[in-house]
């Protein structure tokens, strides 16, 4: 089968989505599958990247840096023709998701497309953002999904949502799988003394951008008065973002500023797996997630998770199966539930762990995902191109066109200032 990967992020971008499409296209692979992916350039030239296609694109355009692709008509028509694939697999429904409709539509092919984000809680990292703007969002977003073929929900609890929106497309719920061997088996005392951390030390660790959406402020918090109960505890904290900064004068608040350890960035590979390695215990506050990776991989890992309920997290951390699942923002029980793993261990929970690490294998979500390509496939086959697609297409291309001209205006006026005229046309186009 041939697979078209469409992404608006991938290498060197260190986020769960290019992750997913990275191990879930060499998985493809290795099984007989050919997978061509697409994604923006990256800011430097990047030198042997086979089955790789870059389109222009403009960065820094957003706070967590999407890329946004230039609508070049055509740029991508030579490639897909010599490509020939079979199915398209969508990613995002913005930018590169639009096109990705415009090529199926020309194509006749069809469509899946994966809700890797609750798009709604990343809506403050643009220049632009109101009430408005989050409905916006949203509608595109379930708009996007009922133009597509078939739906990917990486979790049970994000498919109620997209139904609850008015999803009407076929849903399959199929997790990102994890690469148990690329996860497993890192060289923790290798990690600790890379950051300095004790190499007796209980750690409470976390892994994740280090920004708004992931509740940082609530999850340092409840990590800091868990140390000051704890001596001898540590708190690693793995990722970048713009909070990143912020994170030392919290703890220096709670006299807890000199245990907490934080990674040079964000780590890949053998360094993320020695990383999970050193910790005791992931701990994650986000309510924003659509599965959760990074609590898969901790788990994978053989790590117990404290968390907090919330979409895509109930759907992996298990209350007294694999961690602690709590309903409340309470820092003092998140607080205590961290006290009570260190006290008990992993010892009670090991089998739950185990268990739910299988459930999450990446041999067995490829081989779900196959399925629905082929079902996909089976369908459109059945079924001519979507009557009615050229209007959505267009009208689709010309609301993105407007959302990233307030944007591009936005950053103008920060930049210039608001008594100076900005140079971008108010004309809609679709490209």
Not at 211 to 217: G, I, M, V
Not at 341 to 349: H, K, P, T, W, Y
Request: aromatic share 6%; hydrophobic share 40%.
């Amino acid at each position: 089968m041939n697979v078209l990967m469409m992404t608006n992020t991938y290498h060197p971008s260190v986020s769960g989505v290019s992750r997913s499409v990275a191990s879930v296209s060499d998985s493809l692979r290795a099984r007989g599958h050919r997978v061509l992916i697409v994604a923006p350039a990256a800011e430097e030239e990047i030198e042997d990247e086979p089955d790789v296609v870059r389109v222009p694109a403009v960065h820094h355009v957003t706070a967590n840096d999407i890329p946004v692709r230039l609508p070049i008509p055509g740029y991508l028509w030579t490639t897909v023709n010599d490509f020939q694939p079979h199915i398209i697999h969508a990613h995002h429904p913005f930018l590169l998701g639009s096109t990705a409709l415009r090529l199926a539509a020309t194509w006749r092919l069809p469509v899946v497309f994966t809700y890797h984000t609750m798009y709604e809680h990343y809506t403050h990292n643009l220049p632009v953002d109101s009430p408005a703007v989050v409905r916006f969002t949203v509608r595109l977003a379930t708009e996007f999904a009922n133009q597509c073929d078939h739906v990917i929900a990486p979790s049970q609890s994000v498919r109620d949502v997209l139904r609850s929106r008015g999803v009407q497309s076929l849903i399959s719920v199929v997790p990102t799988g994890i690469d148990r061997e690329a996860i497993g088996g890192g060289d923790g005392s290798r990690s600790r003394e890379r950051h300095g951390i004790p190499q007796d030390a209980f750690v409470v660790g976390h892994v994740g951008r280090l920004s708004a959406e992931k509740n940082l402020e609530f999850l340092t918090r409840a990590a800091c008065r868990y140390l000051q109960r704890r001596p001898a505890s540590r708190l690693f904290v793995v990722g970048d973002g713009p909070l990143r900064d912020e994170l030392k004068p919290l703890c220096a608040l709670f006299g807890v500023a000199d245990r907490l350890h934080l990674s040079e960035g964000a780590l890949v590979g053998r360094d993320l797996a020695d990383a999970y390695a050193a910790m005791d215990v992931m701990a994650f506050a986000s309510k924003s997630e659509t599965q959760g990776m990074v609590l898969a991989e901790a788990i994978t890992a053989g790590l117990p998770v404290v968390a907090l309920d919330g979409p895509g997290v109930r759907d992996i951390v298990r209350d007294g199966v694999n961690g602690r699942l709590l309903v409340e923002d309470d820092e003092d029980h998140f607080a205590a539930a961290l006290a009570t793993i260190e006290r008990r261990g992993a010892r009670d929970l090991r089998r739950g762990i185990a268990e739910t690490a299988a459930e999450f294998s990446l041999e067995r979500t490829i081989s779900r995902l196959v399925r629905v390509y082929s079902a996909a496939r089976r369908d459109a086959a059945r079924k001519a191109c979507p009557s009615g697609m050229l209007p959505v297409l267009l009208q689709r291309a010309n609301e993105e066109y407007q959302l990233w001209s307030r944007i591009s205006h936005a950053m103008y006026d920060a930049a210039f200032g608001d008594d100076q005229p900005s140079p971008h046309s108010q004309t809609s186009h679709a490209d």
